[in-house]
């Protein structure tokens, strides 16, 4: 089977940055995708990583190492909009398009 | 705009009525899927369809249904099977396919059951 852990919460200060991490355990491994939901409302999708290294837009990163089955979302210069759940997702060569997310984790940015 | 639209935003239901939630996009995408979300938790897939007048059951398809008539439209509804119904229910769509595939979710329905 597939699972996936990730922090359930993390809280930090406007202006720091945050790491959320992902671990999965999987066969036939595709690619990490992160997304982004605000409290009752629709994912949004964030990264994508398929090989190993960063990938960075804007003031967000996603790190991927296949061999550690790890990856990481980076969230720099934290505003007070980044408070939402963000939800790491795998994708796996058996599953074409689906998904399996993880429990998400709750960012929580006080000023 | 293109884009994914549920409807109702809110719904709610009697115990043992079936009911059934609306999901179209106009993004013309192959692929389509229901997750249910619960507090706190992460997304389950309930359903999926490749193409039209296809769909495969996902990890929790029990006291669900789909059809799959047209290429815009993924209804899903709710049986009185479904022994605790009450989530809140996402529709999402991607093209399919491809090694990057970006899926792209609906507002959702929030289902009450009384």
């Known amino acids: 089977g597939q699972s996936l852990e990730q922090p359930s919460e993390v809280t930090a200060v406007e202006g720091a940055i945050v790491q959320i991490n992902c671990t999965y355990q999987t066969s036939g491994f595709y690619g990490l995708s992160w997304y982004q939901q605000h409290d009752g409302g629709a994912p949004t999708f964030l990264s994508y990583?398929?090989?190993?290294g960063l990938e960075e837009t804007g003031r967000f990163s996603s790190f991927l190492s296949r061999s550690d089955s790890y990856g990481y979302l980076l969230l720099q210069e934290l505003q007070m909009k980044d408070s939402a759940s963000y939800f790491c997702a795998v994708r796996t060569t058996d599953s074409w398009g689906k998904l399996q997310f993880g429990a998400g984790t709750q960012v929580v940015v006080t000023p | 705009d293109g884009g994914i639209t549920q409807s109702p935003k809110y719904l709610f239901r009697k115990e043992g009525q079936n009911v059934t939630l609306s999901c179209e996009q106009n993004l013309n995408h192959d692929a389509m899927y229901w997750y249910r979300q619960d507090p706190g938790q992460g997304l389950r897939l309930i359903y999926y369809s490749q193409i039209v007048n296809d769909f495969q059951k996902g990890d929790i398809a029990e006291g669900y249904s789909v059809s799959r008539e047209k290429k815009e439209s993924f209804p899903l509804t709710v049986t009185s099977a479904q022994k605790n119904p009450t989530a809140f229910y996402l529709c999402?769509?991607?093209?399919?396919?491809?090694?990057?595939?970006?899926?792209?979710f609906g507002p959702g329905t929030r289902l009450t059951v009384l």
């Open positions: 990583n398929a090989l190993d």
């Open positions: 999402a769509s991607s093209l399919g396919g491809a090694r990057t595939d970006t899926q792209y």
